[in-house]
């Protein structure tokens, strides 16, 4: 519990001061988690007997973590709309991630085994990669919305996770999904839900935000975190282990710390960009 709360301390100051500075160094942690990640996933498929394409998962995820960098912070090569440009080159790079890994099971000759792997390498490169990526689209909605919002998807995710870690620890007697993740109790998914609007509320109060849509989102937000949650729990299951790696202290690694928010992130950015403004 000490090394889980210190490491929680210290990780999240650390990311949330990246957060507030934006631009190159945000960017640049995005891609050591975007490493991370698919290191972990990598280890994850190995376990199972399948075929990682390492090397394509990151060139693909970096890659794109750079586009979008230069796409929202360099005006000037990009004139127009920087989040639309953005958008497009998730789609191109959709297309080319499944066209070079297909490609790849076709150069190894052993057909049989093709489509199951290509299917969980495009499934990494999307889940780690584009997931990540969005966090990135994020932060860089022009003007302060880009942080807020930003910060709002971390805070409404974390306030989620502590409050169902503790009262589902203390309390839980009902389990939420027995053969998925066997301590996750509907008591601790109520209370996540409980402490995630909390959080979003306290945070439309902070920068003058509606607070009935902030309340909104921060249910959708929760959501979308135990989704995510309960999707890295099926891969660890398949692979047999409790962990995704040992990165984090007390946390386990990347991708056990990520995953509600890499869920969450997307949801958030489809929500501020295209849903709110047709309330306005």
């Known amino acids: 519990m000490y090394k889980r709360v210190v490491t929680g301390i210290l990780g999240g100051a650390f990311l949330l001061g990246v957060i507030f500075y934006g631009g ?13 990640g698919i290191q972990e996933y990598t280890s994850l498929l190995k376990h199972q007997g399948m075929r990682p394409q390492t090397p394509v998962m990151l060139f693909i995820s970096l890659a794109l973590a750079a586009l979008i960098y230069c796409m929202t912070n360099c005006p000037g090569l990009f004139p127009g709309n920087p989040l639309q440009h953005s ?12 066209a070079t890994i297909f490609t790849n099971e076709l150069l190894r000759g052993t057909p049989e085994e093709g489509l199951v792997n290509v299917a ?16 990135l689209l994020l932060r860089f909605i022009p003007g302060q919305d880009g942080l807020v919002y930003l910060l709002f ?7 989620n996770d502590t409050s169902a870690y ?15 993740s066997p301590k ?17 509320v306290g945070l439309g109060i902070i920068y003058h935000k509606p607070l009935f849509i902030m309340g ?20 660890k299951r398949n692979a047999g282990v409790k962990d995704s790696g ?10 056990d710390r990520f995953d509600s928010l890499l869920m969450a992130a997307p949801v958030v950015y489809y929500m501020v960009t295209y849903l709110i403004p047709m309330f306005d």
């Open 24 to 36: 190159i160094p945000f960017t640049l942690v995005i891609g050591v988690l975007i490493w991370l």
């Open 87 to 98: 958008e497009r080159v998730l789609a191109i790079a959709l297309l080319a991630a499944f």
């Open 120 to 135: 969980v390498n495009l499934f990494g490169t999307v889940y780690i990669g584009f997931m990540f990526a969005y966090m």
């Open 153 to 159: 998807t971390v805070l409404v995710t974390w306030f």
């Open 166 to 180: 503790f009262i589902g620890t203390k309390f839980g007697k009902h389990k939420l999904s027995p053969r998925i």
């Open 184 to 200: 996750k109790s509907v008591e601790g998914s109520l209370a996540g839900l409980i402490g995630g609007i909390v959080a979003a």
């Open 216 to 235: 909104i989102m921060g249910v959708v937000v929760v959501l979308a975190g135990q989704f995510g949650d309960l999707i890295e729990s099926i891969i």
């Open 246 to 255: 040992t990165f984090l202290p007390g946390h386990g690694g990347v991708l």
